[in-house]
């Protein structure tokens, strides 16, 4: 089975190197697929002074799942995994892969984890039951595919700007495929340096308008959708309080992450039915891979040379 990478990046120059030398390392057939948005930190140039990476494709959207689609659009293999930018693969990524497409997977999907003091963080596999649909959540960040299943998901909702794996695990266990957790499938987060810059802060609207839209998306509006958009906001609205009683944050900022609450649920929820009517197949993405053809404005392919 032939597996391409890839590995979608925006201003992460040095956590980039990073991760590419671990695919170099551990998975050094597969296919290396770079889709740069408008960085502006000099990855173009780091990335054509390598000669590990196939392809890359220059995009001027922000936005990941637009990246993910623009690479799964040019990648040749049959099994296509997604990386992030800030994380490198371990030894046994590779091989756990391969076995798991070998053996009849459809879809795979492993722990991110980060280094800390005297070892590691990990993650366990997050599955929920929905409406009588059993999900089991892919990390967009550490995930592969069968090429063809990517084919009949049409690839990420572009529509989002965040919760687009997410929203990939609710339409995969509405079209009945399963995603196989491999606790060995590891990807270790590099943390920011000084060329990366800083985290950016948690945009509120954001966070609720995506969860709002893809469950109105797959769902429509059910007691099951409102209680989980609700439950979800009470507790990040208790969370806030106590940085505000701390003195983490002030009041006001309290009272706005909660207007942009609820009008991201609002916006979300409408557009959510919308994109639920535009498209009523069990695929459940309009805005998907087969929308458009414009999303490159260069590649770099040394596939051809």
């Known amino acids: 089975m032939e597996l391409s990478v890839v590995v979608p990046t925006l201003n992460g120059r040095d956590r980039l190197a990073a991760s590419l030398d671990s695919l170099a390392a551990h998975a050094p057939d ?3 697929v770079v889709v740069n948005g408008p960085s502006a930190d000099g990855t173009t140039g780091m990335i054509r002074d390598r000669d590990d990476v196939d392809v890359l494709v220059e995009i001027s959207a922000r ?6 689609n623009a690479g799964i659009e040019v990648a040749d293999g049959d099994a296509i995994a997604l ?3 800030d994380h490198r693969i371990e030894a046994e990524w590779s091989g756990t ?4 497409l070998a053996g009849g997977a459809d879809v795979v999907t492993g722990p991110l984890r980060r280094t800390v003091k005297g ?9 929920r039951s929905i409406a009588n649909r059993n999900v089991t959540y892919v990390n967009g960040r550490n995930a592969a595919f069968r090429a063809d299943v990517l084919e009949d998901l049409d690839g990420f909702d572009e529509y989002l700007e965040t919760g687009g794996s997410r929203d990939a695990s609710h339409r995969l266990a509405g079209m009945d495929v399963e995603v196989t957790w491999c606790p060995e499938m590891a990807a270790r987060r590099e943390e920011p340096t000084a060329a990366d810059g800083g985290r950016d802060e948690r945009d509120w609207g954001w966070k609720y308008r995506a969860l709002a839209y893809r469950l109105a998306k797959n769902y429509g509006i059910r007691p099951t ?3 989980r958009t609700l439950s979800h906001a009470a507790a990040d609205a208790r969370g806030t ?5 701390r ?5 006001t900022s309290w009272v706005g992450n909660g207007r942009d609450v609820v009008k991201g649920i609002a916006t979300g929820a409408s557009d959510g039915l919308v994109a639920r009517a535009k498209d009523r197949s069990t695929t459940r993405n309009p805005y998907g891979l087969s929308a458009r053809a414009d999303r490159a404005v260069a590649k770099y392919d040394w596939r051809e040379q």
């Open 225 to 227: 959708v409102l209680r």
């Open 83 to 85: 990386l992030g930018y």
């Open 241 to 245: 309080l106590e940085d505000v009683v």
């Open 247 to 251: 003195g983490d944050v002030t009041p």
């Open 119 to 127: 070892g590691a963080t990990s993650q366990a596999a997050e599955r």
């Open 63 to 68: 936005n990941v799942n637009v990246a993910r």
């Open 30 to 32: 597969a296919e290396v």
């Open 97 to 100: 892969v391969s076995d798991a």
